[in-house]
């Protein structure tokens, strides 16, 4: 269900504003953003030059992450919140090429993500795809969603993906409550598998660059260390091996290992039990 002004009428682009989904498309080399996007973008990797590495190893952990829980875990349903613009081997293509009857869930914020979301994310015939136009932020109202209960049975195991999103929400403990809400609509069985942007990797220096980054709001990114993101899966038994660099995740067989800090993105998989 998309969200809309009290007139009813869908909210506008704004060119003029960065947006994380564009800006990531800008940097795995896609076309769907604007001067605004590029000129973050370009910022960020200036001073950080490993950034594009780090952004291609999150899409890649995303893969493999969705094919464990599609080929291992036995799952069917997926929940993507922060889905970000259509690229290849997005979560149901991934999920449906194990099995075809698979239903995936797609939520994001961007009015613009919601246009090609509706062209380009096309489910096979035996499996469902379905996109909401709504925030993280607002864990009840995706629940809610007529749209969601259409397409997943909340009584069955849900994959609930939050990759590349959590860190949108800034302050320090401030992800663990809108994760806690969504994981406890989630019957036993389901998962959690989420990555998220790191500066333990980081020289001193870096983070210092870093932090005034943030400060001067040139960064919408909140990092969150390693106890702060492992804190998120409290409750859940870990998939080995446990929470790691995206890229020492269950990683394929001669794949390469960049150096950890041009990656800075933690990843991990839990089962609720």
Not at 118 to 137: I, M, N, V, W
Not at 147 to 162: G, I, N, R, S, W
Not at 254 to 267: E, H, N, T, V
Request: aromatic content about 6%; overall charge negative.
């Amino acid at each position: 269900m998309a969200s809309t002004h009290g007139d009813g009428s869908r909210p506008a682009i704004d060119s003029s504003v960065p947006h994380p989904a564009r800006r990531y498309n800008y940097w795995l080399g896609g076309k769907d953003h604007f001067a605004a996007d590029r000129a973050s973008g370009d910022e960020i990797e200036k001073k950080f030059p490993g950034m594009r590495t780090g952004v291609r190893a999150n899409r890649d952990v995303l893969g493999r992450m969705v094919h464990y829980l599609a080929a291992d875990a036995g799952i069917r349903q997926f929940l993507d919140i922060g889905t970000g613009l259509p690229t290849a081997d997005n979560t149901h293509e991934v999920a449906q090429r194990v099995a075809p009857d698979c239903r995936v869930v797609y939520v994001d914020n961007d009015p613009m993500v919601m246009t090609h979301a509706q062209a380009l994310l096309k489910s096979t015939p035996a499996g469902r795809t379905t996109y909401l136009e709504a925030d993280l932020r607002d864990p009840s109202a995706i629940l809610s969603d007529p749209d969601l209960k259409a397409t997943l049975a909340l009584d069955e195991p849900v994959a609930l993906m939050l990759v590349a999103i959590l860190h949108f929400i800034p302050g320090t403990g401030a992800a663990q409550p809108l994760v806690r809400e969504l994981l406890d609509a989630l019957p036993a069985g389901s998962y959690l598998a989420a990555t998220h942007f790191t500066t333990d990797f980081m020289t001193p220096a870096e983070q210092a660059r870093y932090r005034e980054m943030l400060a001067a709001g040139r960064s919408d990114v909140w990092p969150r260390d390693h106890a702060e993101f492992g804190a998120l899966f409290d409750g859940l038994e870990m998939v080995d091996p446990g929470v790691a660099l995206a890229t020492e995740w269950r990683p394929r067989e001669g794949a390469d290992r960049p150096d950890p800090r041009l990656i800075g993105i933690l990843a991990a998989v839990g089962r609720k039990p």
